[in-house]
């Protein structure tokens, strides 16, 4: 039996719950944001990235992360499948799972480790060209190298030089380094995430809830627009995190207020926090079929509309 190649960034079992069918047979209607255009494709094959979660560590398996992922799937399964059923947090176990999955899908997705690569390169090759300003800096570093058993002998200040040209070198790293910190970081996100007041929201029967392949939504309260790519911190005050549970409840939540544990919404609000979904993702928005509505500012039109909606989304178009 072959290894397992193809890692669910965003979980089936999450996706099934705006899936119809069930099982292997649960199938959503994709749409892609680039294009508008939809097709619909079973769960198994949306979401993923092969080797996502692949791993490099000497006496470590190399699908160890993603196998113990599977291990945790029944879980968070069940909690999120409780909550949506009662439309209530069914018990402390199942809120306290739900905040683990939306920390986990918060942090661990395909963007949020392209940003961190493209930051932590270009953080190690500034550092690197202060640091050799002078050939005397890098006969520094060769020492200090050499001290710790690494010869840099052969290469040269000016071989080095060459290196750190952003316009001839990327400077990468391997990806075990990423899967680390992505998996350090959902602990420095859960405790912020548990000191949020939750409400869970009901769309009325007109509109209903969509996802996408990151959806996570981390923004300032107001709206403030701080950009597709910089979204404020977990921490901050002013704050609110927003994730679709199923196309009939989704979660919601902030720091400054309480707020209801409950709450019915309007098919206006629905609409607008399904273009955020649609802001929000990567690259496909998921839906349990093409009649869902999201926002322009001409009013809601429904998904089969999308690829004339997302020029008012993407600001083309006033």
Known sequence: MGRKANHHIVPQYYLRQFAQGVKRNARVVAFDVETGHSFPTSVRNVGAKRDFNRVEIEGVEPNAVEDALGELEADFNGALKSIVADRRFSSDEDFNLLLNLIALLSVRNERTRQEFQRFTSETLRLTMQVSLQSEGGWSGMT?????????LSDVSYQDIKEVLDPE????GFEQTYFVTKELEAIDVVLPYLARRNWTLLEPTASNSFVTCDHPVILSWEDGANQGRFRPPGHGLIGTAVFFPLAPSLAIYGTFERMTPEFLKVSDGTVAQLNSEIIINANRH????????????PNGYPEASDLSKGLRFLRGEQS
């Open 143 to 151: 020492e200090k190298a050499r001290d710790a058993g690494y010869d």
């Open 168 to 171: 001839k070198y990327d400077i």
């Open 285 to 296: 928005v998921f839906g349990r079929d093409t009649l869902w509505k999201f926002w322009t």
